[in-house]
């Protein structure tokens, strides 16, 4: 029997493209993350958080936001 462990990969969109972020501690929360991102990101302030999905060996969580979205 093989163990892999499951890493957490954090998604979110800037100018079209995916942006994947590397998890800054597995002891944070994936609220914990979105802030600690959103130092950098600012548009993370108020992204809801999807996930996690389960992907080629990866739980990837999905940051969303609705602004510059019209409708």
């Known amino acids: 029997m093989e ?18 972020l590397a998890d800054p501690g597995e002891q944070l929360t994936k609220e914990d993350v979105r802030n600690f991102y959103a130092n950098i990101y600012p548009i993370l302030t108020t992204a809801k958080i999807r996930g996690p ?14 602004m510059g979205t019209k409708g």
Do not use: A, C, P, W
Request: charged share 35%; hydrophobic share 30%.
């Open 3 to 20: 163990i892999t462990k499951i890493s957490r990969v954090f998604l979110h969109k800037q100018n079209g493209q995916e942006v994947r």
């Open 53 to 66: 999905e389960f992907r080629d060996d990866e739980m990837q969580y999905h940051f969303e936001t609705s």
